[in-house]
């Protein structure tokens, strides 16, 4: 099955359990008022995306068919999305790239930290994190907002230019170090500004 996005898990989860409970299934009058939405086609187009990504069958017509198509044992657990902006070198520092691609479904319970706004995930280009085990082609997940620790892993603009490294400091002046030889320390010459905090790393294996 296709991942969800945050309210259609919640619409989801309204349907499931009223099926766990022993009660008729929804319709689209109930599930709207459930979340106050003032149209039914709000709910009827999530029911729709649903059916569409095999979580949810109904019976075209019929009223109150609704019917989960596993049991819940079987049900994957909530999904977020965190939008995907772009890509950052992990190699020598270069302009990155603008604009918002697409989103990435992570499972909350695998994040080991509970999202926000200031949540955003990045895609790793090049070789010079590979020290930290982060490589070419990976999601890089971070936060946005408060100052880094010494040792931690961030996206920053130094010198306009983006890259993700370990952020260091030194006789009280940050800098930033590659996790791999061939690559020099990155000290600031005009500005180093933190982008985000490294908090997770997902890796997706070539098919």
């Not at 619409?11 to 009660?23: E, H, L, P, S």
């Not at 989960?68 to 020598?92: D, K, Y």
């Not at 010198?159 to 600031?188: C, M, S």
């Amino acid at each position: 099955m296709v991942a969800l996005t945050t309210i259609q898990q919640r619409v989801f989860d309204f349907v499931r359990d009223k099926a766990i409970n022993g009660d008729p299934a929804p319709t689209v009058r109930e599930i709207a008022a459930e979340f106050g939405w003032r149209s039914k086609r709000a709910a009827a187009f999530h029911l729709e995306a649903l059916i569409r990504k095999g979580w949810l069958s109904s019976e075209r017509g019929k009223v109150r068919s609704l019917r989960l198509i596993h049991p819940p044992t079987r049900m994957r657990h909530p999904v977020v999305e965190i939008p995907l902006l772009g890509s950052i070198p992990a190699g020598p520092s270069a302009e990155r790239e603008a604009g918002q691609e697409e989103c990435v479904p992570v499972a909350i319970d695998s994040l080991g930290f509970k999202p926000t706004r200031n949540t955003f995930a990045l895609r790793v280009v090049g070789d010079s994190m590979i020290g930290r085990h982060i490589c070419d082609g990976d999601i890089a997940i971070l936060e946005h907002g408060g100052d880094p620790r010494h040792g931690q892993v961030v996206a920053a603009l130094i010198d306009r230019k983006n890259t993700l490294k370990t952020f260091l400091v030194k006789g009280g002046k940050p800098y930033l170090r590659a996790e791999n030889p061939k690559y020099p320390d990155l000290i600031p010459s005009e500005e180093l500004v933190i982008q985000g905090v490294l908090r997770m790393v997902i890796r997706q294996i070539p098919r």
